[in-house]
């Protein structure tokens, strides 16, 4: 029963991808979003703010509930998409958290406070930075495609959220578990990306335009690297399934035995989640938010929500593979599950508050070069490993070796003694001679 | 749509600016793109001309201040001194020590501030958030300082031709020592967060490099020449006011590039404070603060003189014509963030869309100054 609701929900996503694809193309033949900026903007001031925030989430949801009702039909059909509403509702919440964590994280980092004027050390801060957002006027510019336009957001956030139907928060606390859960979630985080195009090419703003292209170039590559950790994972456990994954590692969590593939895992997700150092693709500096760039308001609003939904997701992600999910003493499962997902997510705010961007073409180097060679050295030796049954050890200390060759690599190419930039300093007094 | 049309890759034009947030202002970026790297750039400045040559041919000597505060609106001290010290040139007076000495611990203190608000400015163009806040903390301290020195933290309208405008605070020196230890931890701290930073480093290294020889016949001054690895600094090479009596060091940068351009800023920073502990050891505690014999509007013989001397950014030159009335009959400035903005071209060819944002940071213009 499982497998058919995957494939219903497979269905519905692809068939709005479809729908809006082929909306795209009509529209879009022969025109170039330079143009499209010449041409005078036509008379129409669009549906009101609340009818489109309604639309979208009402409207993209409705669809893909509605083709798994329609798939399954029955008891199990209700279950499905009752779940998907409350996990709907955790993750707003969630979301609500994290923004009000990071800016917290940020000012401790940067040597200030954070919000504290909205509620209690500024606890309501999220709540209304969300009534702004939801009321703020959802400006359409003229010269957009509507239909690609409106149904971009959707066509990200989707994809995002049902991953969330596989993940499992403690032991049975999932909604299905499915054999399957680690390719399904790969399978859908690509997914996301069509909808991160049709924002950049919808709005036919350069700017945007450019943006997404990069989003393509970056979250292809670095699906690569993620799959191929992901493998080795599945290849010490046996199994694609989350909960099994959790329960193979115990005590002794799999990044004691994959130190490397845990890094490569952490690096691959940032980049998959464009956060920094790899927020190439919506880079303010750059092209000004990227495919986002003309949304404002509610439309915005869900961007907003599906990036941090996936930042999150990250965190899930690494605590489930690497650091034994909800495996913990004393305290209960979920407890343990949510310290370890907020330690990680802590980490991913911390980098943006330390490190600068990369370029897009180090970036492309780095996956294509470096990511992708290591991960295939790092699951060939586990794989010899699983094979011959080594003992645990060898894997951390092969791990560890990576790791070390792969720090070496970086100090060597930037920061050792020989090759980093100096400035000469001159005495004035020499020049004064002169 | 013809076939040729179809096979054709167009180069794209993206007009960065004047509304985007890291062109430093109302500067226009015309870019032709092909996919992310850069063919042409075409510079598009006067979104924030004021007029202000003009302007200074209809306003009294002493009114023509206010002119200058606005035109370097982050080195404003640097960019009166430069005026009142052309004026005084003209009229050949002697001003004071203790009101030059004062003139150099505010200009070298800009200094800092003004490097300060670029090393926060290259981090938020590399895509790093902390520097602009370490940043603003460094300049918070020396904000407050002037704005206790001059009563205004931006455009102090300080200084006088002759001399000062009035007595500083009189725990002057010790708030300036106070500052000057905060700065010394400050400036490690900066350097510390993002000088090696790797990112940082393969973002910055080999990036926007020129060679001595071609920035000298841009004529590219200030930090931007110093990092291409000439050691030109007015201070030294036409030494003005009292800087021959300081013992500093001039950073210069090997390669040209941008991490050069950033980090001998930096170093400059630290330079900067060595004069100003110099300045204050020095300083005597009492004296007159203007020259004798300067009269509340003062009329320079019939002339022209030009003086140039060294702001955060350059060589800031000012040539007054006086036909030896109350107000100059033809000013010019000779703005460093104008002349280094014409490396930009060279710099900018076949890099790539964020490097044009980095090199342009690493030219540290200031648009009030370009436009003037």
């Known amino acids: ?354 490190f600068p961007r990369l370029r897009i073409d180090q970036l492309m180097a780095l996956g294509w070069k470096a990511l992708i060679p290591l991960a295939f050295v790092n699951f060939v030796l586990t794989a010899f490993a699983v094979f011959y049954h080594w003992p645990g050890w060898t894997m951390t200390l092969m791990g560890l070796g990576l790791l070390l060759a792969f720090g070496y690599l970086v100090n060597a190419r930037f920061t050792a003694p020989g090759r980093r930039p100096t400035v000469r300093m001159i005495p004035a007094k020499e020049l004064r001679g002169a | 749509m013809t076939q040729a049309r179809q096979l054709q890759s167009l180069d794209m034009m993206v007009n960065m600016g004047p509304q985007h947030p890291s062109t430093h202002g109302v500067f226009r970026m015309v870019l032709w793109l092909d996919g992310e790297e850069v063919v042409d750039v075409e510079p598009h400045i006067g979104y924030l001309h004021r007029g202000s040559e003009k302007l200074a041919e209809d306003e009294l000597y002493p009114q023509i201040i206010t002119l200058f505060d606005r035109m370097d609106y982050v080195g404003n001290f640097n960019s009166e001194l430069a005026f009142c010290m052309a004026v005084e040139k003209l009229m050949s007076v002697e001003v004071p020590e203790r009101p030059q000495y004062l003139r150099i611990i505010l200009c070298e203190l800009n200094r800092i501030s003004s490097h300060m608000l670029f090393y926060g400015t290259m981090g938020l163009d590399a895509g790093a958030m902390t520097p602009v806040m370490f940043g603003f903390r460094e300049r918070e301290r020396i904000q407050r300082l002037f704005e206790a020195t001059s009563g205004a933290r931006m455009m102090h309208n300080y200084f006088r031709i002759g001399g000062i405008k009035e007595e500083p605070p009189p725990d002057f020196k010790q708030r300036v020592a106070g500052v000057l230890g905060e700065l010394d931890a400050g400036i490690d701290q900066c350097d510390k967060l993002l000088t090696y930073n790797e990112v940082y480093l393969m973002r910055t290294k080999d990036v926007g490099r020129i060679s001595g020889k071609e920035a000298l016949e841009l004529g590219l001054t200030g930090p931007s020449l110093r990092a291409s690895g000439v050691p030109y600094d007015v201070r030294v090479y036409e030494p003005y006011s009292l800087y021959n009596r300081f013992q500093f060091d001039i950073p210069v940068g090997n390669n040209g590039d941008v991490w050069d351009r950033y980090a001998v800023r930096v170093a400059e920073m630290r330079e900067s404070v060595k004069i100003i502990r110099q300045a204050l050891e020095q300083m005597p505690d009492g004296g007159p603060l203007v020259a004798q014999g300067v009269r509340r509007i003062p009329r320079p013989p019939k002339g022209e003189t030009y003086l140039a001397t060294e702001s955060p950014r350059g060589e800031l030159g000012v040539f007054i014509v006086s036909d030896g009335g109350d107000k100059p009959y033809r000013l010019k400035v000779r703005p460093p963030s104008f002349v280094n903005l014409q490396s930009l071209r060279p710099m900018l060819r076949n890099s790539y869309v964020a490097d044009a944002v980095m090199i342009l940071g690493s030219l540290d213009i200031i648009l009030g100054e370009v436009d003037r």
Request: charged residues 10%; hydrophobic residues 60%.
């Open chain 1, 1 to 354: 029963m499982s497998w058919l609701g995957v494939f219903a929900i497979i269905g519905g996503v692809v068939a709005l991808m479809v729908f809006a694809g082929v909306l795209g193309m009509f529209t879009f033949v022969g025109r170039d979003p330079g143009d499209a900026a010449l041409a005078p903007p036509e008379a129409d001031d669009g549906p009101g703010r609340l009818l489109v925030l309604m639309t979208t989430l009402g409207g993209g949801g409705m669809m893909a509930i509605a083709a798994v009702v329609i798939v399954l039909g029955g008891l199990d059909a209700l279950i499905v998409a009752g779940g998907l509403l409350a996990l709907f509702a955790f993750l707003s919440v969630v979301v609500l958290a994290l923004t009000y964590m990071e800016r917290k994280v940020l000012g401790r980092v940067q040597q200030r406070l954070g919000p504290m004027r909205v509620g209690p050390w500024g606890l309501l801060q999220p709540i209304a930075d969300a009534i702004k957002l939801i009321t703020k006027e959802d400006i359409t510019p003229s010269w957009v495609d509507k239909g690609v336009y409106w149904l971009a957001p959707v066509a990200f956030f989707i994809p995002t959220f049902l991953i969330w139907l596989v993940i499992p928060f403690a032991s049975g606390w999932v909604i299905r578990d499915l054999d399957l859960g680690l390719l399904y979630i790969i399978a859908f985080s690509v997914l996301a990306i069509a909808g991160l195009f049709m924002a950049g090419w919808g709005s036919a703003n350069k700017y945007g335009f450019l943006g997404s292209l990069r989003a393509i170039a970056q979250l292809i590559s670095y699906e690569i690297p993620i799959i191929v950790v992901a493998l080795t994972i599945a290849m010490l456990t046996g199994s694609l399934n989350l909960s099994s994954i959790v329960e193979a590692q115990g005590s002794v969590p799999y990044i004691a035995l994959q130190p490397f593939g845990f890094v490569l895992f952490l690096i691959g997700g940032l980049a998959e989640i464009g956060r920094t150092p790899f927020d190439i693709y919506h880079a303010e500096s750059e092209v000004m938010g990227g495919p986002f760039v003309e949304y404002s308001g509610a439309h915005w609003a869900i961007f907003y929500l599906a990036e941090y939904v996936n930042t999150f997701l990250v965190g899930v992600l690494v605590a489930l593979l690497f650091l034994s999910g909800w495996v913990g003493p004393v305290l209960p499962g979920v407890l343990w599950f949510f310290i370890k997902v907020f330690a990680v997510v802590t980490v991913i705010f911390w980098f943006r508050g330390t």
